[in-house]
């Protein structure tokens, strides 16, 4: 919505008109107005935390912090006073972009339809009734299809926006909105469903609104868990974008070994935790370049000795920049000895067979893999099919047979495209690879070091 188009004008225009239209009906003076004025200070309150100054960055984010404070409110009032709970804390929300008045009232009445539909599905299937006494148990059938109803108005809603102000084909605006949202609202949705039955029993709504607490801090803890891994992509991006400025000629190379390392990893059953790591030590295997001259690896002439030792030391200068990153784990590893072979004919130290660390042997595949089927200004890349042989044919030798297998059957289900670069060589008439991916030339090793899957630049 940065500058918004006019059909996304006319259809927040819209969205606004219908939320008007839901909040007509409201009911007479026998409405408890002192319980809608209650949930709609709290829920107003609870948005104005995120932008107070000094507690702010505690507070957690997400457009869906608050809803059990709305879905409490629909499973205690009536649809059109329910909705009415979340305007005044959606206009004072928090808006990092612009323009912020458009986004705030687009929000309030985004949430109005939502919340009226909820209240509506849940009155209609008998839920007011049923969260007093004993049937209690009764009323957890119209709360799922009021929390059910509930995502899918903001899906369908926000689907729509996508593709008049964000431009996103309609065909996959709304693919995976509504399995997305599901799954946390229906969290939401149990705790404002607990906020109904304690409001409506002797122990009033002191009580229910205790429910929030513990709610709010599991909130924080898991708010807190993703800032540090956005933290730790930060740390990631930044050290592969390094890389990418100093050696043009593999640019996206990091990348796209980590999602071969990745899928690997899935086929050989590992844990999503680990699998992540994995995806970690494959992006960050060239990080040792940055110690690396830059006319080194831009070479366009053969290496000396001299200075391919100097290129062969990149896995330990990656090692020393990663070593004191501890969410790194085992790909600390992998940076380290990704260019060691099963014979231990490798480098650096040589290792060989099941000495070489597991990251490490994953990873050598992944990064021989994708040099071998990127088509580069200076030679065309290999099939899928023809670089698979290649490493099979090399399997034992220099890479763990078990990983070439794994990378087989990965490709086989979920296929490969491999990359493309047009990038224009400086000046050279006759095609070379740079010296980054010749550097410890190892041709007489066959045709996978022709192709520098055992290059030392890499």
């Not at 699998?275 to 992006?283: D, M, N, P, V, Y």
Request: proline share 7%.
């Amino acid at each position: 919505m940065r500058s918004v188009p006019a059909w996304a004008h006319v259809y927040v225009a819209c969205t606004v008109l219908a939320a008007l239209v839901c909040l007509t009906g409201l009911p007479g003076p026998r409405t408890p107005w002192w319980a809608v004025a209650l949930l709609a200070a709290l829920y107003a309150g609870c948005e104005q935390i995120t932008r107070c100054r000094f507690v702010g960055h505690l507070a957690p984010r997400g457009m869906g912090t608050f809803f059990p404070v709305l879905l409490a409110g629909a499973f205690l009032l009536p649809p059109p006073v329910a909705a009415l709970v979340a305007v005044p804390g959606a206009l004072v929300s928090r808006v990092e972009q612009r323009p912020r008045a458009l986004r705030r009232v687009w929000r309030a009445a985004q949430l109005v339809l939502a919340v009226w539909a909820a209240s509506w599905t849940y009155g209609a299937l008998g839920g007011p009734d049923a969260v007093v006494g004993p049937d209690f148990p009764d009323a957890l059938l119209p709360a799922g299809a009021a929390v059910l109803t509930f995502c899918a108005v903001l899906a369908l809603l926000d689907g729509g926006i996508l593709v008049l102000a964000e431009r996103v084909p309609w065909r996959a605006a709304w693919r995976g909105l509504l399995l997305r949202a599901l799954a946390p609202v229906t969290a939401h949705g149990l705790v404002g469903l607990m906020m109904a039955v304690l409001w409506r029993s002797p122990y009033g709504p002191v009580a229910a609104l205790l429910v929030l607490l513990p709610m709010y801090v599991s909130c924080w803890v898991f708010a807190q868990y993703h800032r540090e891994r956005a933290a730790h992509q930060a740390t990631i991006r930044a050290l592969v974008q390094a890389v990418d400025i100093k050696d043009a000629y593999t640019r996206g190379h990091s990348e796209r070994v980590g999602q071969a390392s990745l899928m690997i990893a899935r086929e050989l059953g590992m844990g999503d935790e680990r699998a992540e790591t994995l995806r970690f030590a494959g992006i960050l295997h060239d990080v040792g370049k940055l110690g690396v001259p830059t006319r080194l690896l831009r070479k366009d002439g053969p290496l000396t000795p001299e200075e391919r030792r100097i290129v062969e030391l990149h896995p330990e200068y990656g090692h020393e920049m990663v070593r004191g990153i501890s969410f790194l784990g085992e790909a600390r590893a992998a940076v380290l000895h990704h260019h060691e072979r099963m014979d231990g004919s490798g480098y650096p130290y040589g290792l060989a067979g099941d000495d070489i660390p597991e990251f490490a042997r994953l990873v050598a595949v992944a990064d021989a893999f994708d040099a071998m089927t990127s088509t580069r200004s200076y030679r065309r890349g290999r099939p899928v099919a023809a670089a698979l042989q290649e490493l099979e044919r090399c399997a034992g030798t220099q890479f763990d047979p078990v990983m070439v297998g794994a990378l087989g059957r990965a490709l086989s289900r979920c296929g490969w495209e491999p990359l493309v670069t047009t990038e224009p060589r400086r000046n050279v008439p006759a095609p070379a690879a740079p010296a980054g991916e010749r550097a410890g030339g190892t041709a007489d090793r066959g045709a996978v070091g022709r192709d520098a899957a055992g290059r030392r630049g890499r």
